[in-house]
């Protein structure tokens, strides 16, 4: 691999690990919701990225949904609700 394609593939991978994340850190939990709504929701970027090093895009996103524990844990729920904390929507 050329050190753009590992560089896209620890962008995806890091994606993955923020998925995981069961702490109730307000930033962290921002970027497990953000990283959930790009890979489940198909990110243009995502997309993008998985055609770049190779990998077919449905097949990636549902071997992640199917191995990768990404629920919230009630904690995170209600910091999400209590702060209100919502998915990074980019401006057009």
Known sequence: MTAEENFIVAI?????V????TGE???KVKFKMDAINWIVGLHPEFVN?????GMDIDTIRNKIIANVDMSYT???KFKIKDEGISLWVKSL
């Open 18 to 21: 923020d998925t995981t994340y």
């Open 74 to 76: 009630q904690k995170q």
């Open 12 to 16: 995806i991978s890091q994606a993955i």
């Open 25 to 27: 850190v307000k930033d």
């Open 49 to 53: 990225y998985c055609k770049m090093v």
